[in-house]
């Protein structure tokens, strides 16, 4: 079963370029930590991404994750710490759009991760 762990990014981008529908085609199920879910629905996230949260979709979970007291860590937000902490409690795969101040060898691997699925989407979404 193919399964991922998503952090803020991915999510709110494909939902905003009308391509959240390619998930459920690469992964079985998408689980989202609490503090990223809370990060969607925001009121400084944009309008479509506020409604698409209010009735997500069968293939996403919610989990709390808890908390990775790692020096390595601090400098990313409690969004990434927190798909980081629920990705290595579930031992899934770990999809996240993390900055480059994150740990260089996992932050590298999962950000062309990210960036790949983000590019292809939105090709897609132009032809």
């Known amino acids: 079963m193919r399964l991922v762990v998503a ?19 690469l992964f079985e199920k998408i689980f989202l930590p609490s503090v990223v879910a809370d990060e969607l629905r925001h009121p400084s996230a944009p309008a479509v991404v506020r409604d698409w949260m209010q009735q997500p979709p069968g293939w996403l979970e919610v989990l709390q994750a808890a908390d990775i007291d790692d020096p390595a860590l601090a400098a990313l937000d409690s969004g990434e710490r927190s798909a980081i902490a629920l990705g290595l409690s579930l031992k899934e795969i770990l999809f996240s759009s993390m900055s480059a101040k994150g740990p260089p060898s996992r932050s590298a691997k999962v950000w062309r991760s990210s960036a790949r699925l983000a590019s292809s989407a939105w090709l897609q979404s132009e032809a």
Do not use: A, M, N
């Open 7 to 25: 952090d803020t990014s991915p999510i709110r981008y494909l939902v905003r370029i009308g391509k959240i529908d390619l998930l459920p085609h």
